[in-house]
């Protein structure tokens, strides 16, 4: 299955902005972007299905993160702007199963497959 690396965390001030990246080893049909903070449940922020660019976000971060792939070069992003602290988490880049249909990208206990993880702190 497809191997995530994702790249770009670090540490920013309150209303600050960062990019995080993810390196796929190929680009499935839905990826998205997770989160966990301590203490907390893993929490979908957005979805992507990768053929034609539709979008899927969770309403905590819907006008503030934004979601993108170049496929060209097997790499997801993450926009992360206007950050508050409760933003804190690792953030993980993952993929849902092969050859999914659009409407799966929205759902994301479909996604199976993670990537390592890079830590965003808020402050």
């Known amino acids: 299955h497809v191997q995530l690396v994702e790249s770009g965390g670090g540490s920013v001030q309150t209303g600050g902005s960062l990019t995080l990246s993810c390196a796929a080893s190929g680009m499935d049909s839905c990826m998205g972007w997770f989160r966990q903070a301590p203490g907390a449940e893993r929490e979908g922020l957005a979805g992507i299905f990768t053929a034609s660019g539709n979008t899927y976000y969770d309403a905590s971060v819907r006008g503030r993160f934004t979601i993108s792939r170049d496929n060209a070069k097997n790499t997801l992003y993450l926009q992360m702007t206007s950050l508050k602290p409760e933003d804190t988490a690792m953030y993980y880049c993952?993929?849902?199963?092969?050859?999914?249909?659009?409407?799966?990208?929205?759902?994301?206990?479909?996604?199976?497959?993670w990537g390592q993880g890079t830590q965003v702190t808020v402050s």
């Open positions: 993952a993929a849902a199963p092969p050859y999914s249909v659009q409407w799966v990208c929205s759902l994301y206990s479909a996604y199976k497959i």
